[in-house]
T-cell receptor, first 114, second 115 residues
Framework: NAGVTQTPKFRILKIGQSMTLQCTQD?????MYWYRQDPGMGLKLIYY???????DKGEVPNGYNVSRSTTEDFPLRLELAAPSQTSVYFC?????????????FGDGTRLSIL | AQSVTQLDSHVSVSEGTPVLLRCNYSSSYSPSLFWYVQHPNKGLQLLLK??????LVKGINGFEAEFKKSETSFHLTKPSAHMSDAAEYFCVVSPFTGGGNKLTFGTGTQLKVEL
C-alpha cells in the first residue's frame, strides 16, 4: 500500500542550485499534481498532469518545470533555486478528472533554500 | 471562479467535547466539497467528501459535515474530541465538472485538543 511516494523528505539547497523532486504513485491514477504549502496559505497548485505526456500550469508555475513520461512518475524540477521557493511540496494523484474524485497525497518534501 | 474561507485559524477544545470547524465556500458551479486532515509532517488525508448526494456526509474517525446551499457552508463536526484529532484541517472546493480536477484549498484550521 505505497500510494504516493515522494523523495527526498528533506533538502537544503543553496541559491542558484537546481534539483528534482521525485514523485511516484502505484495506483494507476491518470491525474497527478504538485502543490506547495506555505504557512497560513493553504496549498497552491504548481503544475498538474492529466496523463503521460500531458502537463499544464497551475496557479504558481514560475520557477518550476515538470514532465510526465510514464503514468507512475511526475518529477518537479527547480532550475535556479531562490529563497522564495522555500516551502513544503506535496505531490498528489487522482483517478480520472471530475471534481468528485479525491486526491491522494504523499508525505511531502521539505525544501529550504539558503 | 471558486473560493473557500475557513472562518477560524485555530480552534481549541477539551477532550470529550464537541468539535466545530467552520467553512464557507463560493463556486460558479455545483461544487464538490472535501475536508482533509494533516497531521504533523504528513500529507493530507481525506476525511470526507460531498458530491451532490446526501447533504449530511459521514467521514472517517467520527467526523461529519453538512452541506447547506442556502448558507454556502460546509462545517465539519465531531460529537466528542479525542487527543488524536489534534491536527490541521483543510476545507477544499472543486468544480463538479472536469478541467483537471483543480482543487481550491482553504487556509486551514489548527485544532488543539486539551486534557
Amino acid at each position: 500500500n505505497a500510494g504516493v511516494t515522494q523523495t527526498p523528505k528533506f533538502r537544503i539547497l543553496k541559491i542558484g542550485q537546481s534539483m528534482t523532486l521525485q514523485c511516484t504513485q502505484d495506483m494507476n491514477h491518470n491525474y497527478m499534481y504538485w502543490y506547495r504549502q506555505d504557512p497560513g496559505m493553504g496549498l497552491k497548485l504548481i503544475y498538474y498532469s492529466v496523463g503521460a505526456g500531458i502537463t499544464d500550469k497551475g496557479e504558481v508555475p514560475n520557477g518550476y518545470n515538470v514532465s510526465r513520461s510514464t503514468t507512475e512518475d511526475f518529477p518537479l524540477r527547480l532550475e535556479l533555486a531562490a529563497p522564495s521557493q522555500t516551502s513544503v511540496y506535496f505531490c498528489a494523484s487522482s483517478t480520472a478528472g471530475g471534481g468528485n474524485q479525491p486526491q491522494h497525497f504523499g508525505d511531502g518534501t521539505r525544501l529550504s533554500i539558503l | 471562479a471558486q473560493s473557500v474561507t475557513q472562518l477560524d485559524s485555530h480552534v481549541s477544545v477539551s477532550e470529550g467535547t464537541p468539535v466545530l470547524l467552520r467553512c464557507n465556500y463560493s463556486s460558479s458551479y455545483s461544487p464538490s466539497l472535501f475536508w482533509y486532515v494533516q497531521h504533523p509532517n504528513k500529507g493530507l488525508q481525506l476525511l470526507l467528501k460531498y458530491t451532490s448526494a446526501a447533504t449530511l456526509v459521514k467521514g472517517i474517525n467520527g467526523f461529519e459535515a453538512e452541506f447547506k446551499k442556502s448558507e454556502t457552508s460546509f462545517h465539519l463536526t465531531k460529537p466528542s474530541a479525542h487527543m488524536s484529532d489534534a491536527a490541521e484541517y483543510f476545507c477544499v472546493v472543486s468544480p463538479f465538472t472536469g478541467g483537471g480536477n483543480k482543487l481550491t484549498f482553504g487556509t486551514g484550521t489548527q485544532l488543539k485538543v486539551e486534557l
